[in-house]
């Protein structure tokens, strides 16, 4: 059975510092996500990395994958309000069709002036 | 290009009560996904179909739970009767399919169910 785990599961940090969510999971995989969700919201896809070490940025948000180490890391530049979220990674089983998500508990991320 | 779209957007309902859930998906998307979102949780994957038949249904609480996609589009979840426990956000996602390099699942707004 997949498991994927999250850490920290809550995080309250000030705007301008830098901070990285960690995502661990359990066997290997195709593909991992990080999406975000805001309170009441649906789920917004931000990465989807391929490969071992695979990094993709997009403004202050870095994505990384370890697949030896079973590893994802999400890392935040500066930290503005406007970041404040739950980031979730999902990780996709490896072969086959069936390719639905197992997704961690969620990092509840609050960024304060 | 319209996202995945979803009604009802809130129902509540008492148990044992029935209540579905419809999902229209991002034109041309083969594979089609119904997640479980309980407060506080990551969605958890109910059923996978590709086109209109099921792929994955491993996780769907099949004494109570059914899903359907006739033709291929659309698609239905139903829950009958009802109890406290599924309270929770209902997420339908779709994606190009298993064959996509990019297949990355996008989300519909979600049906919110509170069971009284």
């Known amino acids: 059975e997949l498991k994927v785990e999250q850490n920290p599961l809550f995080l309250s940090m000030q705007e301008g510092k830098n901070y990285t969510i960690y995502c661990n999971y359990s066997?290997?995989?195709?593909?991992l996500y990080w999406y975000r969700q805001d309170p009441g919201k649906s789920l917004e896809s931000l990465f989807v990395l391929l490969s071992n070490g695979a990094v993709k940025q997009e403004g202050r948000l870095m994505a990384s994958l370890d697949t030896k180490a079973r590893l994802s890391t999400l890392h935040i530049t500066a930290a503005v309000h406007d970041l404040s979220a739950t980031y979730f990674c999902a990780v996709e089983p490896s072969g086959g069709g069936a390719d639905g998500l197992t997704f961690g508990k969620g990092t509840h991320l609050i960024i304060q002036p | 290009e319209a996202g995945v779209a979803q009604s009802p957007r809130y129902k509540i309902i008492e148990k044992r009560q029935s209540v579905a859930f419809w999902c229209n998906p991002i034109s041309g998307h083969a594979t089609l996904y119904w997640y479980q979102q309980i407060l506080g949780q990551g969605p958890k994957l109910l059923i996978q179909?590709?086109?209109?038949?099921?792929?994955?249904d491993s996780q769907l609480p099949k004494d109570r739970f059914s899903a359907e996609r006739l033709k291929g589009v659309d698609s239905t979840l139903k829950i009958q009767p009802a109890k406290l426990e599924d309270s929770a956000v209902y997420l339908c996602?779709?994606?190009?399919?298993?064959?996509?390099?990019?297949?990355?699942?996008?989300f519909g707004p979600g049906t919110r169910l509170l069971v009284l």
């Open positions: 066997t290997t995989s195709d593909r």
């Open positions: 996602a779709s994606s190009l399919g298993a064959l996509a390099v990019g297949k990355t699942q996008y």
């Open positions: 179909f590709q086109n209109n038949g099921v792929v994955d």
